[in-house]
Every structure is written in C-alpha cells, then in structure tokens.
C-alpha cells in the first residue's frame, strides 16, 4: 500500500509541476523571483513536448505502482492523464510544437505584463 501512496504522491508532484510550467509566469506578478524557478521549468516543459522525451516522474510512478502490484502505463504522464482533456485523439508532431509554442504564448504574456510593470532604471 505504501508504494501506491507514494505513486499517487508523485502523482500530485507532476500535475503541480506540470500547472506551474503553463501558469508559473503569472505568479512572476507578485514574487518576481519565481522566474528563477520558473523559467529553467518552462525550458523543460517545452524541451519534452517537442522531443517526444519523457519526464523522468513518469518511470518512477510506473516502477512505484510496480511496487506495489499495480500495472503501469506505457508513453508519458501527460498523455496518460490529460489526453482526453487536453490532447486530440491524434496526436501527431505538429500538434505537440503548437501546443508548445501555446505555452510560449502564455508566458510570453505573463513575462510580456512583467516587464511592461517593470519600473524603468
């Protein structure tokens, strides 16, 4: 039983890691030192999205669900939870690079809003 709970933990890790590289930007606004965090995140959300590569969260869960004697899952974390919410059904290159440049996008208007509050030197 503890190895499904500390499955499920990094469960709950890569969901929050995963909202923090789409959203982290914003948080920039009210802590500006979040971009030291945030953007080395972000490099790496894009990189595995675009690579096809999978995070290393993914083959720790499946070996902790291992553990304990549940079955794992083959391709990554994302396309295991969030395919039916997020991905269409076929998910092809061209839509994995445009869903990283929306990422780009989202940020860009998070770190865009950042530096226009920026107060000039």
Known sequence: MIWSLLADAVVVVHFTFTTFVIFGGF???RWRWIALL???ALAWGCWVEVSGAICPLTPLENHL???GGEAGYRGGFLAHYLVAVL????LTWRVQWVLAGLLLAIN???????????PSR
């Open 87 to 90: 991905y269409p059904p076929a």
């Open 27 to 29: 948080l920039t606004w």
């Open 108 to 118: 860009a208007l998070a770190y865009g809003r950042l530096l226009a509050r920026s």
């Open 38 to 40: 945030h953007l080395p």
């Open 65 to 67: 669900r291992y553990l």
